[in-house]
């Protein structure tokens, strides 16, 4: 009988180790298969500082990852992830280009962001403002930032754009001099929001 119970007790260990093995795996082997910021900070995996560079659009805020755990960490931040301002008066931040963070163990790393304004009705931030990291946008939204990090667009179309879909304004707010730099975005954008694309566009001032 003590036999049994010790082989059922050395199974049962066995079956934890690589419960525990595999999980590392998840977490660990990043080089390979890189965590979510989002993971990283839930985890407790890294310290995350995000700071504003001053403005609302292009690289305009500043990301330092720490790394806090014990292995080599890869850190995605995705297209579409959204940055809330620490001052509800300012602009949240909407990240267009997704990074990564390559981190070895105990090091650290910062990179300027590439995104653009989500709250027209805000203020733009200052130098040194802070963020905390926000949740992924909607499925709509996040289709509009991987297409937009895909092209190049004159700044002031990608933002109205972007206005488009978290601040309701229609299409004809994707203003350019150039009209027909802009006609493919205007276009993409028709397409998600269900809209006709106009024939004329509208120039906001004031924004700040």
Known sequence: MSCLKLLCLKSTLISLCLIFTSFNVVFYDSHSHPISIEQAIRNNLVNCNITSNGGHESSCVNMNLEN????????????????????????DILIVNEEIFVLNKGGQNEKD?????SQSHKGSPSLNETYSLGDMKDKKTVQLTNYLSKNNYPL?????????????????????????????????????????????????????
Not at 68 to 75: A, F, I, N
């Open 68 to 91: 806090k755990s014990l292995h080599d960490l890869t850190v995605k931040i995705e297209s579409g992830r959204n940055l809330l301002s620490n001052d509800t008066n300012k602009q």
């Open 156 to 208: 002031s179309a990608m933002q109205n754009a972007i206005w488009v879909m978290t601040n309701n304004r229609r299409v004809e707010g994707i203003f350019h001099e150039n009209r027909d730099s802009i006609q493919s975005l205007m276009d993409y954008v028709s397409d998600l929001t269900y809209q006709f694309t106009p024939w004329y566009s509208i120039e906001y001032f004031n924004e700040e």
């Open 113 to 117: 962001l590439f995104g653009f304004c």
